[in-house]
Every structure is written in structure tokens, then in C-alpha cells.
T-cell receptor
């Protein structure tokens, strides 16, 4: 069945460091891929998405490229801030034209220190 | 984007009791979903609730334990029945909404944090 695997956390970085959170997936067909973020005490928010191979999703300085050949969707940011401290979830949807059932990775906690 | 509210935001319950969680959306949506996030774990889909039809449950979740109502296009409830400490989780509802073109996005409510003693 479909699944998502994320790198284990927590990831601890200093402010302005480069961030990579790895995400790989297993899926049949052509899934859509997402990164969600959960800030402390808040609900889940969509950070970025990509709906087909080679698409690059971007938002708030974060980027992720849909790599079908490596079944990956790694999250990157060139310079993290303390305010980026949160839990990040990679997810996929196999629905065509709709999100349908989202399958989430286990989440990666990011801690950014000043 | 849809604005979703949930009630209660948190609760502490005794084992053997039931709790009903409400999810209210500020716009009409066809598809609503209920997820569970156990402590330190990822989100797991419990069921899909479409207005006018029975909810569709995922493997490992049954209607007797998690009955769902969907009386209209802006509201749904999830009941956690005969609770045990293993039901302690955050329960989230989400909705699917057309973002642009034909592509849909899923938006999440703030969650209900349930602790069962």
C-alpha cells in the first residue's frame, strides 16, 4: 500500500542554518505530495504541495521538488529562523484531482536555536 | 480557504464514557474527514464523511466505536464511545475545498485534545 517515510527527529539547528528534511514515498499511480506544518499549540497548515513529477512547491522560503525517479519530496530552506520551529509532516494523496485520503509520514520536529 | 472550528478544544474524560466532538465549517463542503493523532505519532485517517451518505471507515476503525454524523454541508460530529486510555489523542477534522482550477486542497481544524483517565 501507499506509505510515507520521513527522517527521524528532532532536528536541531542554529538560526540561519540550511535545512533539509528527507521524505520518501511508496505509491501506485501518480500521487500528489504535500508538506504540512504544525506550530506549537496550533492546527495543521498546508505549507506547500506538488501535483506531478518535477513540480517544485514553495512557500515562506521552503521548497520541495517532486522527484519521481527517487520517489522523494525533500523539504529545504536556505536559512531557518527561530519561528520555523514546528513539526513538519510529509503526506501524499493518491486521489486524482482531489486530495481524498491523505497518508502522512511520522512527522519531524524542527528546533531552531537563536 | 475554509475556516474550521472544533468543539471542545480539549477534554478530560473517564474511561467507559463517550465524548462527541463537533466540527463546523464556514462554507459548504462535500467531503469531510476525521483524523486521529496519537501522542508523538502521525495522523491516521479514521473515516470520510460525505453529506447524505454513511461514513466510510478505514481499516481498524468501526462505526460502533466512532459513530459519525454529517447532517449538512457545514457540520459533522465524531463520537468516541466507551473510551479507554488508549483513545487519548488529538482528533482533527478536515475538509476538502477547491483551491484553483480543478485541484482540491485539504484544510484542517485546530483539533480536540482528548485525555482519558
Amino acid at each position: 500500500g501507499n506509505s510515507v517515510t520521513q527522517m527521524e527527529g528532532p532536528v536541531t539547528l542554529s538560526e540561519e542554518a540550511f535545512l533539509t528534511i528527507n521524505c520518501t514515498y511508496t505509491a501506485t499511480g501518480y500521487p500528489s505530495l504535500f508538506w504540512y506544518v504544525q506550530y506549537p499549540g496550533e492546527g495543521l497548515q498546508l505549507l506547500l504541495k506538488a501535483t506531478k513529477a518535477d513540480d517544485k512547491g514553495s512557500n515562506k522560503g521552503f521548497e520541495a521538488t517532486y522527484r519521481k525517479e527517487t520517489t522523494s519530496f525533500h523539504l529545504e530552506k536556505g536559512s531557518v529562523q527561530v519561528s520555523d520551529s514546528a513539526v513538519y509532516f510529509c503526506a501524499l494523496s493518491s486521489g486524482s484531482g482531489n486530495t481524498g485520503k491523505l497518508i502522512f509520514g511520522q512527522g519531524t520536529t524542527l528546533q531552531v536555536k537563536p | 480557504s475554509a475556516v474550521i472550528s472544533q468543539k471542545p478544544s480539549r477534554d478530560i474524560c473517564q474511561r467507559g464514557t463517550s465524548l462527541t466532538i463537533q466540527c463546523q465549517v464556514d462554507s459548504q463542503v462535500t467531503m469531510m474527514f476525521w483524523y486521529r493523532q496519537q501522542p508523538g505519532q502521525s495522523l491516521t485517517l479514521i473515516a470520510t464523511a460525505n453529506q447524505g451518505s454513511e461514513a466510510t471507515y478505514e481499516s481498524g476503525f468501526v462505526i460502533d466505536k466512532f459513530p459519525i454524523s454529517r447532517p449538512n454541508l457545514t457540520f459533522s460530529t465524531l463520537t468516541v464511545s466507551n473510551m479507554s486510555p488508549e483513545d487519548s489523542s488529538i482528533y482533527l477534522c478536515s475538509v476538502e475545498e477547491t483551491s484553483w482550477g480543478s485541484y482540491n486542497e485539504q484544510f484542517f481544524g485546530p483539533g480536540t485534545r482528548l485525555t482519558v483517565l
